[in-house]
């Protein structure tokens, strides 16, 4: 179906948002920090959704998105966090929903659907 990027430093929790959108025909790049996303998102021109997780080294989620607003890059971004606060305020930052962790599948799944 769609080809989604996950950003998130938790190998754990990249390999569950993995399994949950592959098995529904999504194609998945992974990520473990906002600089290998970046390179990811500017090679594939294709990925329709970015799920991107707050607080990782390197490159924090707040950087991302304004690296990706710099760059004029228009993709749709939903954060993932563990920081319900932090999560409401990427909002303001350029992502267009946000979703605490641990996610639930069917809530995962209804978000992917409405961006891709």
């Given at each position: 179906?769609?080809k ?5 430093d ?26 290998d ?5 500017k090679?594939?021109p ?7 997780d707050?607080?990782?080294?390197v ?8 690296a ?7 993709v ?16 303001f ?24």
């Amino acid at each position: 179906m769609a080809k989604i990027l996950v950003i998130d430093d938790d190998i754990s929790s990249r390999f569950l948002v993995k399994k949950v959108l592959e098995k529904n025909s999504h194609e998945v790049l992974e990520a473990e920090n906002g600089v290998d996303g970046l390179r990811l998102l500017k090679g594939n021109p294709d990925i329709k959704l970015v799920l991107l997780d707050l607080i990782m080294p390197v490159m924090n989620g707040q950087d991302f998105l304004k690296a990706i607003m710099q760059e004029g890059i228009n993709v749709p971004v939903v954060v993932l966090s563990t920081d319900d606060e932090k999560a409401k305020e990427s909002k303001f930052q350029g992502a267009k929903e946000y979703m605490v962790k641990p996610v639930k599948p069917i809530e995962l799944l209804d978000i992917v659907a409405k961006y891709v």
